[in-house]
């Protein structure tokens, strides 16, 4: 039987089920078929296919050649870079087209031409790159370009492991060209494009070498992308980019080794940043972020949310790293890890009795308890706060941090944070537990409250 439910309310039921189980219900009838198509080519992630990247990247392909119309249905698409090596250097790596057939070839030559809108000789070597040595890079060119006109994320693994790439380098870079320069509000390819992903490499390693800001300029240029990540660039000549022609609105920047200078010439070249999030979790930085971030005139009056964890690098430091930040007119959030915004604990000028016998409810702490933050640098770190801060995150806390609160909510209701609302202090999983025991965490809490703040302890991820 028919189901008689409009496609709407199918789709509101059929969304929550796991993908896995839609092919088998699109199969059931044409109205759930019809429901159920959008869903099931929204996503294209080749490195989750059981076969390999490789071969995902071509059934997908062969698919969409058998029925062009499919490619409406994807927005969001991830891939990992082929790569391999010719003993001398490395190259891309090839895709086994077998599947081509005559009325295959034409279609595909036709749609290069007309679509791409790039010169007759960069079309005919792309073509010829495709259908004759199934060059990964041109390959994915095409396939990028059949799904363009509404593809709103794109992620790229591996991305490092070649310096240079031709073929999507001059589509996209065409059409970012294209993108500044018109004025139609109708779609165009990459006009949909919203959220870019590069990564040097995937978690578990690979054949990366290197990954330079150049390497992803043709995405960040497209008008339409206003979210970028990027992990793992090694950069040290990067240039700033003259009329800040880029219109992303949130860069992530992660395990980068990029200097003080070049990060400042990269955040420079985005016209309205809003969103700004520096982490390295493996000690990789080679400079305090915070000397580029206050160097960058267009940042005080545009950013609104700031994330800095560089916890890794916490060893390092004595001192805390943050500077001034007062001139930000409009940040209203900060998440900063309790290195970077207090430095190390140092040891108190007295010892705390800590017989555990005396003291038979008490849990053995992590943190010692002759410690403590001085309050000076703590009185520093709410000095360079700017007023139009709302919500303040300290994260990898220690027990000490509560000692911290009062000094930081007092300030609430006088004339240095005045529109604070929430402080959260995010403690790491095996302190996280023991810090909702605390003696005192009931009393602080009032005290925030009493203050205009909400005091919460997330965990930690």
Not at 161 to 170: D, E, G, K, P
Request: glycine share 4%.
């Amino acid at each position: 039987m028919a189901p008689f439910l409009a496609n709407e309310l199918w789709n509101a039921i059929l969304s929550l089920l796991p993908r896995d189980d839609l092919p088998s219900i699109s199969r059931t009838s044409k109205q759930l078929h019809q429901v159920v198509e959008p869903m099931l080519y929204h996503t294209f992630d080749a490195t989750k296919h059981n076969d390999g990247p490789g071969k995902a990247v071509v059934y997908f392909l062969r698919t969409l050649l058998n029925n062009p119309g499919l490619a409406s249905n994807v927005k969001n698409v991830t891939l990992r870079v082929m790569a391999r090596s010719n003993g001398v250097r490395t190259e891309f790596g090839t895709l086994d087209m077998f599947f081509f057939t005559d009325n295959n070839r034409a279609w595909m030559q036709e749609q290069i031409v007309s679509r791409s809108m790039l010169p007759h000789s960069i079309c005919e070597d792309w073509y010829s790159s495709i259908s004759a040595d199934g060059n990964w890079d041109a390959v994915i060119s095409f396939l990028l370009l059949l799904v363009s006109q509404d593809l709103e994320c794109l992620t790229m693994h591996n991305y490092g492991a070649l310096s240079h790439y031709y073929f999507i380098n001059r589509l996209l870079g065409l059409w970012s060209d294209t993108s500044r320069k018109s004025t139609h509000e109708g779609r165009n390819p990459f006009s949909q494009l919203s959220e870019i992903h590069v990564h040097k490499n995937e978690a578990n390693g690979g054949a990366a070498q290197y990954m330079t800001l150049i390497n992803v300029l043709p995405y960040v240029k497209l008008k339409s992308v206003r979210k970028f990540t990027g992990r793992g660039f090694a950069d040290a000549s990067f240039q700033m980019i003259a009329n800040r022609v880029f219109n992303t609105e949130s860069v992530i920047l992660e395990d980068c080794r990029i200097t003080n200078s070049v990060l400042k010439n990269f955040l420079g070249s985005f016209a309205a940043l809003k969103k700004f999030q520096w982490t390295d979790n493996i000690a990789v930085s080679i400079g305090n972020v915070f000397n580029a971030i206050g160097n960058v005139p267009q940042l005080e009056a545009h950013l609104e949310e700031l994330i800095i964890d560089d916890a890794s690098n916490g060893g390092r430091y004595t001192l805390p790293t943050i500077q001034d930040l007062t001139q930000f007119s409009i940040l209203k959030t900060i998440t900063i890890d309790s290195f970077s915004a207090l430095g190390a604990m140092e040891k108190r000028d007295w010892q705390m009795n800590t017989d555990m016998d005396e003291f038979p409810h008490e849990e053995p702490e992590f943190d010692p308890p002759d410690v403590l933050y001085p309050a000076a640098r703590v009185d520093a770190f709410i000095a360079a706060l700017p007023a139009s801060l709302e919500y303040l995150m300290i994260t990898a806390c220690r027990k000490p941090i509560f000692d911290c609160v009062l000094r930081i909510v007092t300030h609430n209701k006088g004339k240095s944070l005045p529109n604070l609302t929430q402080l959260a202090l995010a403690f790491d999983d095996d302190r996280w537990a023991y810090a909702h025991r605390s003696a005192r965490l009931d009393e602080y809490t009032n005290i925030a409250s009493k203050n205009g703040v909400k005091l919460i302890l997330p965990r930690s991820h």
